[in-house]
């Protein structure tokens, strides 16, 4: 257990809807990442908070969008869903995020498009 | 955009081989990151490697980073079955975290 949570484990949900993933850091960790994995792609880096700030971005589509709260829990929120975005997405925490600290990966949310 | 690529991608070996996975770029990393990742579970770290040359060893595995920061690998010797996994090697190449990760490694070690 490496300590970040994500909700929910599984989504299904059809193409042109909206979903919300949901991730807790391991306490303590101040920097949020997000990543998608898929089949074709690999893992990809979408997008890295820090206490709240956007810090950097990655291979994020302009149909998705997410922040980071005071208490530090992340949101990762995808609209007008396409087929080709279904994978698993995951967060992960790091102490400070930089890049020579570890990074705690949760156990992923598996997103389906129908 | 950098790429990392790994090689090979696929490699099914017995149980107390040894075996190599490399991971190149053509672009300098300030740090360079190795994981392994099951089925169903996130990628969980292995070694963080930040200097030029620099080796690490963790129990049976060997890990260099080039001279040069744009390659590493990942040595395995004598293999056992509990090393089944995906190996990803991820590179940063800025101040803040923003990582690049390669396509992965799958191997199988069969007992």
């Known amino acids: 257990d490496s300590g970040v949570t994500q909700t929910p484990k599984h989504l299904i949900t059809a193409t042109g809807q909206r979903v919300t993933l949901r991730c807790s850091p391991r306490?303590?960790?101040?920097?949020v990442y997000w990543y998608q994995q898929s089949l074709d792609q690999g893992l990809q880096f979408l997008i890295q908070?820090?206490?709240?700030?956007?810090?950097a971005k990655g291979n994020i589509l302009e149909r998705f969008s997410a922040q980071q709260f005071p208490d530090l829990h992340s949101e990762l929120n995808l609209s007008s869903l396409e087929l080709g975005d279904s994978a698993l997405y995951f967060c992960?925490?790091?102490?400070?995020?930089?890049?020579?600290?570890?990074?705690?990966f949760g156990p992923g949310t598996r997103l389906t498009v129908l | 955009t950098q790429l990392l690529e790994q090689s090979p991608q696929f490699l099914s070996i017995q149980e107390g081989e040894n075996l190599t996975v490399y991971c190149n770029s053509s672009?300098?990393?300030?740090?360079l990151q190795w994981y392994r990742q099951e089925p169903g579970e996130g990628p969980v770290l292995l070694v963080t490697v930040v200097t030029g040359g620099e080796v690490k060893k963790l129990k049976r595995l060997t890990f260099q980073f080039g001279d040069a920061r744009k390659d590493s690998s990942l040595h395995i010797t004598a293999a056992q079955p509990g090393d089944t996994g995906l190996y990803l090697c991820a590179g940063a190449s800025d101040s803040w975290g923003k990582f690049q990760f390669g396509a992965g490694t799958q191997v199988v070690v069969t007992p």
């Open positions: 672009s300098v990393f300030s740090s």
């Open positions: 992960a925490s790091s102490v400070n995020g930089l890049p020579y600290n570890e990074q705690f």
């Open positions: 908070y820090y206490n709240g700030e956007e810090r």
């Open positions: 306490s303590g960790d101040l920097s």
